[in-house]
C-alpha cells in the first residue's frame, strides 16, 4: 500500500486531486493507496512531527505561511528520498522545484491524463529503487547494497567509500581495477553520475545544487571541477526533469 499525502490550502484542489487518485487506483486493479488529505504546511509538519511518513507528496506551492518550497525543504530533513510532486498555477517556481529533488511539477487545474502519467513513472521508480542491489565485496564479508541507499561512494587509494542513508560509510577491500570499471554497474542505472575522479554521487540524494558542488542529504559537499560543471548541472537537472 502507498501512502499519499496531499497538501493544498484550496480545498476544492484538494478534492480533485483525491477523486484523480481514486480514479487511477481503480483503473489499476491491485494497486492500493491511501490517501491524506492537508489542508496547510502547519497541518503536515505536525503530522511528519508525530512520526508519519508518506510514500509520495502532493505539494501545492503557492500557500499562506508557509509555502509549498519551504515545506518541501522541511520534508527533506526528514525524508531524503520520498517523492515530492508539486501542483501550483504558476510556473515561475519551476527551478526551485528542482532544488528539493521534485519528481514533477503539475500546473494546475490537475488533468487526468498528466496526474496518471506521473504516478505510473513515480510507481516504477519507488519499484526500481526497492529492488536493486550492488554487491560490495568489504574485508570479510560480503554486503548487499540497495541503490536507494547508497548517497555517493568515494575512490580511496584503491578501496570504494560508499556513504549510506543508515549512516554507515562502508569500505570495500582493495581492487584491482579502476574506479570507473568497478563503479560500471551503478554508473548504467540513472540516479549516478560520475563527474568527479573521486566521487559518484546519487542524484536522487542531492540536497542542493549550490554553487559549483553538490551538497548531499548527509551534508557532505561534493565539488563540482570546472571543466565539468556545465554538464553535471545539465545532467542534474535532466534526472530531476525525467529526461
Not at 483503473?27 to 492500493?32: H, N, Y
Not at 549512516?167 to 560520475?194: C, P, Y
Amino acid at each position: 500500500m502507498l501512502q499519499i499525502a496531499v497538501c493544498d490550502d484550496m480545498p476544492e484542489h484538494s478534492a480533485h486531486v483525491l477523486r484523480l487518485l481514486g480514479g487511477y487506483q481503480e483503473s489499476r486493479p491491485g494497486l492500493e493507496l491511501l490517501t491524506h488529505s492537508f489542508n496547510s504546511a502547519n497541518q503536515l509538519l505536525a503530522s511528519l512531527k508525530a512520526g508519519y511518513r508518506f510514500d509520495v507528496y502532493f505539494l501545492d506551492i503557492i500557500m499562506p505561511e508557509i509555502d509549498g518550497i519551504t515545506l518541501a525543504r522541511q520534508i527533506r530533513r526528514v525524508d531524503t528520498n520520498a517523492p515530492l510532486i508539486f501542483l501550483t498555477q504558476s510556473i515561475s517556481y519551476a527551478l526551485d522545484a528542482f532544488g528539493v529533488s521534485a519528481v514533477q511539477y503539475i500546473v494546475k487545474p490537475v488533468n487526468e491524463d498528466v496526474l496518471s502519467e506521473t504516478m505510473d513513472k513515480t510507481i516504477s521508480a519507488l519499484k526500481q529503487e526497492d529492488e536493486i542491489f550492488f554487491t560490495l565485496l568489504a574485508p570479510g564479508r560480503v554486503v548487499k547494497l540497495l541503490y536507494s541507499s547508497i548517497i555517493l561512494v568515494e575512490y580511496v587509494t584503491r578501496t570504494l567509500k560508499f556513504y549510506l542513508t543508515s549512516g554507515e560509510a562502508i569500505e570495500s577491500k582493495s581492487i584491482r581495477t579502476s574506479f570507473g570499471k568497478a563503479v560500471e554497474e551503478l554508473l548504467d542505472d540513472r540516479r549516478f553520475l560520475w563527474f568527479h575522479q573521486s566521487f559518484v554521487i546519487n542524484m536522487s540524494h542531492v540536497r542542493e545544487l549550490r554553487g559549483r558542488s553538490f551538497v548531499m542529504t548527509n551534508g557532505m559537499d561534493i565539488p563540482i571541477p570546472k571543466p565539468r560543471h556545465a554538464a553535471a548541472k545539465k545532467s542534474y537537472l535532466d534526472y530531476l526533469a525525467g529526461i
